[in-house]
């Protein structure tokens, strides 16, 4: 069964902590795992979609990594506004038409 | 381009009520979805439509309906609300070109049924 598990919970940083967010996998063949932003009240926003174990992208203070079992996004120096809810999701390429979400992490970034 | 718009925002349902959620996107994408999502537990996917006139069950279908007679619109409709359907739903969509498959989210509709 396709599954799709996000660690931690809840993360509290403080203003230029880095550290990162993980998102381990299983399914039947990936077709692409994503990684969105959502804040409070508002829906999913997309950030990345990685393809294959070794991709990276980057975009400001983010980064996202993908191994053939999980993935990292990595917050570099992060801000208060970067606070908000990371979803990561998989889609198999059994059935293209189904994205898999995880539960999020929380993040939290006091100044 | 408005993206993708969900109506209403708000709503308050008594038990056994029904109602339509309506999903309308401007972006021409083929595929839409319905997800509820609950504290705790992620975004479910509840249908899903691969193009006009299509719908097929996704994770949590029992206790909902979908309609897509018009490419742009979605409709997710509820016969006989119940409390358990409580919930914040989010309509998506997505236009699948070779890799590449962004879900575009809308803003959310709350709902409680009492």
């Known amino acids: 069964e396709d599954q799709v598990t996000q660690s931690p919970e809840a993360l509290r940083l403080q203003e230029g902590e880095s550290s990162s967010l993980n998102c381990s996998y299983t399914?039947?063949?990936?077709?692409?795992l994503f990684w969105y932003r959502q804040d409070p009240g508002k829906g999913p926003e997309f950030l990345f979609t990685?393809?294959?174990a070794g991709e990276e992208k980057e975009k400001e203070r983010l980064k996202a990594t993908l191994t053939k079992k999980e993935s990292f996004l990595h917050i570099t120096a992060p801000k208060p506004e970067d606070s908000a809810t990371y979803l990561c999701?998989?889609?198999?390429?059994?059935?293209?038409?189904?994205?898999?979400f995880g539960s999020g992490t929380r993040l939290s970034i006091r100044p | 381009n408005a993206g993708v718009t969900q109506t209403p925002k708000f709503r308050v349902l008594k038990t056994g009520q029904s109602m339509t959620l309506l999903c309308a996107q401007d972006?021409?994408?083929?595929?839409m979805y319905w997800y509820r999502q609950d504290p705790g537990m992620g975004l479910r996917l509840i249908h899903y439509?691969?193009?006009?006139?299509?719908?097929a069950k996704g994770e949590v279908p029992d206790g909902y309906n979908v309609s897509r007679l018009k490419k742009q619109n979605f409709l997710l409709g509820l016969e006989s609300a119940a409390p358990s359907q409580t919930s914040v739903y989010f309509c998506?969509?997505?236009?699948?070109?070779?890799?590449?498959?962004?879900?575009?989210f809308g803003p959310g509709t709350r709902l409680t049924v009492l």
């Open positions: 439509s691969v193009g006009e006139g299509t719908t």
């Open positions: 972006m021409n994408h083929e595929y």
């Open positions: 999701a998989v889609q198999a390429r059994s059935s293209a038409s189904k994205i898999i």
């Open positions: 399914v039947s063949g990936l077709r692409g």
């Open positions: 998506a969509s997505t236009e699948l070109q070779g890799w590449s498959d962004t879900q575009y």
């Open positions: 990685l393809y294959s």
